[in-house]
Nanobody, 125 residues
């Protein structure tokens, strides 16, 4: 019922910036809990940032606080992740996730039931 498509990844030098986008096909987008996760080769998927709903609480992982910003545009049904001061350890596949009409915890991948295919972010030193 919900399709998510990410874009905006690429190759960037350490200290640079990227803006990721996730376009959702949904008629109730403003009420979805939305999140960005990332996964590096050989590592577990980990939370980056999340929003419970439009106007609701926001969660950031400690390693991105002060560098990344999550936001959403309900008119465009799009979720964004602005990434500044990128580091080589940020290299991973970044995926968008959603759960409809959900108001619980945000930080575990098993809590979400819709996923995009991901976009690769590579940071060189």
């Amino acid at each position: 019922q919900v399709q998510l498509v990410e874009s905006g990844g690429g190759l960037v030098q350490a200290g640079g910036s990227l803006r990721l986008s996730c376009v959702a096909s949904s008629r109730t987008f403003s009420r979805h809990a939305m999140a960005w996760f990332r996964q590096a080769p050989g590592k577990e998927r980990e939370i980056v940032a999340a929003m419970r709903e439009s106007g609701g609480s926001i969660y950031y992982a400690d390693f991105v606080k002060g560098r990344f910003t999550i936001s959403r545009d309900n008119a465009k049904t799009t979720l964004y992740l602005q990434m500044n001061r990128l580091k080589p350890e940020d290299t991973a596949v970044y995926s968008c996730a959603a759960r409809l009409h959900y108001y619980g915890d945000l930080d575990r991948p098993e809590l979400y039931n819709y996923w995009g295919q991901g976009t690769q972010v590579t940071v060189s030193s």
